[in-house]
């Protein structure tokens, strides 16, 4: 009896172990990163297998992956052998950074400080491409904490043979931070393999989670400690000659500018970044949006200087309602007559990093130039971060945000001197990935301000997630008084609350994956306004989620809205808006369809009809993409808006077209261009980019841009052309 205790205990804890161990032999020889298995590899020990986390997460996977280490006093070594049933990899380009949704993959992650909340992941496949990203919060969400902004100097190369293939890398150990003498890292590793429709991983992890959460790894153990870092100081200077034209008035537009970008390691995990006249003509075009609801849009981040370590940065607060620093507010202005115009930086300074095992600092501070015909000031923005890791991933953050104009300007009044935003989060991340959330409170400040409690916001979210469901409770308030010039914020004077619950099935059947049953609410009362109630949101859904990794959803939406002033939705200049003071309730149907992007020939459409305020919304979003791999990928962005309300309101059909061409001729050259048509805006956009990596981080960009006004007919309205060139100096 009590020998099969022991056995049901040994089994117990082998079943629900999801962490483990490989230890690292030191071996003081490099050698050569080619894809071969040479007989140094005989002296250093295999990995466990890997098991599966889809299409179940309670077996070993079918096709195997396995990898041994070593390391040196300069660089860790791997070498990653991948079994495989079939040849036809799904590959969408050649870019560093390349896209893993739906393709071929092995990616390694590496929690160098073993905080469970931050860490540096590399992907490559079996034609040694490279991806480098920075991981923040855990990983729970790899859409909003993967950053591929951050680019590191690293070795791969793979060998394909008839079932297997093997990948060696090289990753020198001054790309990375850890703390000295470390002797153990959290690690884990994972894979995609679209031939055998699986996902697999080194340490386990529940298919409920994402594939790379940061709850769930295995520790890498080094032989000998690893001895004292040495980043090297880096130097980017860059040169742009520009050479455009404006059309209204008819102006010629000639630039030649030149810039630097500095990186200076500082103790052993900390990194100050200098920009001096930064320059971001090679950044990826925005993409068009039609906007028919109330709110601004809200665009992501894409300039290199703001999005390295941005968590440390962006993440206070909640990014659709209370956001007091987002970044694309720095770059920008309104100028006399309210219109948003770019505004020049000048320089930036970035201190970022930790100070210890537990604690992270960050320092951010930006100085734009004024510009007395647009009367736009002259502003020094500083955002100063202090982060304390507690328990398993959890952590305490404080933050103190400053814009304020440096001179004194006659069209500036005493309440656009400066703004100051003082704030305390408690981010919460249980040790088995169940429990995560936060809660908030943030104090603005402005000059001649009553101190009360309407500059307060403040907020709480918590959520549990299991295998079978997800439950979510949201809650945040936005004082009336309350104001961040550098953040996003949808309403003032403002309580919100909305749960969302998921249910989730794992059927027994052999295409299918998961049938996610979804509803989501919110109500949202404004504290100062006559009236109080504003109105609710219901979002009731079922999805479908395929192997193949194809996607099928139903939702019905339900909406209740009061409008405080008057509004049109379709934005017509000479329309009639809808008046303010009333309720408008309104239910409308979204049906949608995602085929596999493993697929040649591609799909992701959805079809939506149903109430609008007083009238009706037909919508029609569709995508269609085609890729001869790996060399060529084009897609159509086909969207379609007709709105219709009686007269004598208006009513409009928009239009949006979007065709995107790229070419990835090889591994260091690449071609994109973009072609964007938005009727709701009246304006036509062409982005050419040329990019050819002629070394490590060293880049020569051609970049053409060419803008029309596109109402009754096209008339040009803005054309330029780039020639950018980027170096990178290690010191």
Do not use: C
């Not at 970044?273 to 925005?286: K, W």
Request: charged letters at 25%.
């Amino acid at each position: 009896m009590k020998n099969k205790l022991i056995l049901i205990v040994i089994f117990f804890s082998l079943k629900y172990s999801f962490s483990q161990d490989y230890f690292i032999k030191y071996i003081n020889r490099e050698i050569e990163i080619d894809g071969v298995e040479d007989k140094l590899w005989s002296e250093v020990s295999k990995s466990s297998d890997y098991w599966q986390w889809r299409p179940s997460d309670s077996v070993k996977a079918k096709n195997q992956t396995n990898f041994k280490a070593f390391y040196d006093d300069k660089n860790l070594y791997f070498l990653i052998k991948s079994n495989i049933s079939g040849n036809k990899f799904t590959v969408y380009s050649l870019k560093r950074d390349f896209e893993t949704a739906s393709a071929d993959y092995v990616q390694l992650i590496f929690d160098t400080f073993s905080d469970a909340t931050n860490a540096f992941q590399f992907q490559t496949n079996h034609i040694g491409l490279k991806g480098d990203l920075l991981v923040s919060n855990g990983n729970r969400d790899p859409r909003l904490d993967r950053n591929k902004s951050w680019d590191a100097i690293w070795y791969v190369e793979s060998k394909l043979y008839d079932d297997f293939f093997l990948t060696e890398l090289k990753i020198p150990l001054d790309q990375l931070y850890y703390g000295n003498n470390s002797k153990k890292w959290r690690f884990n590793m994972y894979r995609s393999d679209t031939n055998g429709q699986e996902h697999s991983v080194w340490s386990r992890v529940p298919q409920n989670q994402s594939i790379g959460n940061l709850a769930f790894m295995g520790n890498i153990i080094f032989e000998e400690p690893l001895g004292k870092q040495k980043k090297p100081f880096a130097l980017i200077p860059y040169i742009n000659i520009l050479n455009g034209k404006e059309f209204t008035p008819n102006n010629k537009v000639k630039r030649n500018q030149v810039g630097i970008d500095v990186k200076i390691p500082i103790a052993n995990s900390l990194n100050l970044d200098f920009t001096l006249n930064p320059d971001f003509s090679q950044v990826e075009v925005d993409d068009r949006i039609v906007n028919t609801s109330q709110w601004e849009v809200k665009l992501p981040e894409k300039r290199q200087f703001f999005t390295q370590n941005s968590d440390l940065f962006s993440d206070f607060g909640t990014s659709r309602d209370a956001q007091p620093f987002f970044s694309r507010r720095i770059g920008i202005s309104s100028n006399k007559d309210g219109e948003l115009i770019e505004n020049k930086i000048i320089y930036g300074i970035k201190l970022s990093g930790k100070i210890n095992d537990k604690t992270r600092i960050g320092l951010l501070n930006i100085l734009t130039d004024d510009d007395l015909e647009n009367e736009i000031a002259q502003n020094n923005n500083t955002l100063l971060t202090f982060r304390k890791n507690v328990f398993n991933g959890s952590n305490f953050s404080f933050f103190f945000l400053n814009r304020e104009s440096v001179k004194e300007y006659s069209y500036l009044n005493n309440k656009e001197k400066y703004n100051r935003v003082l704030g305390g989060e408690y981010n919460l991340a249980s040790g088995d990935g169940k429990w995560f959330g936060k809660a908030f409170v943030h104090k603005s400040f402005r000059p001649s301000e009553i101190n009360n409690k309407q500059n307060i916001s403040s907020g709480i979210m918590i959520t549990r997630n299991t295998k079978k469901s997800l439950i979510m409770f949201y809650s945040a308030y936005v004082g009336d008084d309350f104001r961040s010039d550098l953040g996003y914020y949808r309403r003032y004077g403002m309580y919100k609350f909305e749960p969302n619950y998921r249910f989730r099935i794992y059927p027994n059947n052999p295409k299918i994956q998961e049938i996610e049953l979804s509803h989501y609410a919110a109500w949202v009362f404004r504290t100062e306004l006559e009236n109080k109630y504003e109105g609710n949101i219901h979002y009731s859904q079922i999805q479908l989620k395929y192997l193949s990794t194809s996607r099928l959803s139903f939702q019905r939406r339900q909406s209740k809205t009061y409008l405080y002033y008057d509004f049109d939705p379709t934005r017509s200049l000479s329309g009639k808006p809808l008046p303010k003071n009333n309720f408008y309730d309104y239910v409308d149907y979204i049906f949608s369809y995602k085929s596999s992007s493993r697929n040649i020939f591609n799909i992701d459409s959805s079809i939506s009809y149903g109430g609008f305020f007083n009238g009706n919304k037909f919508s029609f979003y569709n995508e269609l993409a085609f890729r001869r791999q790996p060399i060529f990928n084009t897609s159509l962005k086909f969207n379609f808006d007709s709105i219709k309300l009686p007269s004598p309101y208006s009513s409009k059909d928009i239009w949006l077209i979007s065709p995107k061409f790229e070419f990835t001729f090889s591994k260091k050259t690449f071609w994109t261009t973009y072609i964007q048509y938005s009727s709701q805006s009246e304006d036509l956009g062409i982005n050419s980019r040329l990019q050819f990596r002629f070394a490590p981080l060293s880049d020569l960009y051609l970049v053409y841009n060419d803008n029309y006004y596109a109402s009754n007919s096209i008339m040009p309205r803005f054309r330029s052309i780039n020639l950018k060139l980027t170096y990178w100096f290690n010191i």
